[in-house]
């Protein structure tokens, strides 16, 4: 995983059955460019989800694809055109996935009409720091002296 350097990655796409796997791919590369291969799968998947939904649900096919990445979640958005979409009728069984498979996800609306759905994913790290054992201190009696016999006053 890379350091926490911001980046965002901006995508238009004409939404078609097949364009949603090419977005799926495409998406996939800027993730492995980026260090995140682990995210690859998921985000592809949302976001695949997420554009045949809208394809199969509304009049205009234009979408945008945004990807944010600020050192710790994955913020992936898509937004359509189409005002006459609703997100909590029409995509109701897409955006249950999309709440199964992410850590986080919401719905806005555009001053133009349009709606824009989001989701996250927590980057994981695959590496753990291994425990290694402490030796212990030496024991109170071990590290002092005991203490020596005073001569008898005679």
């Not at 590369?29 to 976001?47: F, I, K, M, N, S």
């Not at 989800?49 to 945008?64: F, M, N, Y």
């Not at 719905?107 to 290694?132: E, Y």
């Not at 002296?145 to 005073?150: C, F, G, H, S």
Request: hydrophobic share 45%; aromatic share 4%; charged share 25%.
């Amino acid at each position: 995983m890379k350091t926490a350097a911001p980046r965002s990655y901006h995508l238009d796409v004409d939404i078609s059955p097949e364009r949603a796997g090419q977005v799926r791919r495409i998406l996939a590369a800027h993730l492995r460019h980026w260090g995140l291969e682990t995210l690859a799968d998921p985000v592809g998947a949302g976001a695949e989800l997420l554009l045949r939904a809208i394809d199969r649900h509304t009049v205009d096919k234009r979408a945008t694809v945004e990807m944010w990445w600020n050192g710790h979640h994955l913020i992936t958005a898509v937004a359509e055109h189409d005002p006459d979409l609703r997100p909590d009728q029409d995509l109701r069984a897409c955006l249950a996935r999309l709440a199964a498979t992410s850590d986080g996800w919401g719905c806005c609306a555009t001053a133009q009409g349009a709606k824009v759905i989001w989701f996250t994913q927590r980057a994981r790290t695959g590496r753990r720091a291994p425990l290694v054992p402490v030796a212990p201190l030496p024991a109170l009696r071990t590290g002092l002296d005991l203490p020596r016999a005073l001569p008898a006053a005679g």
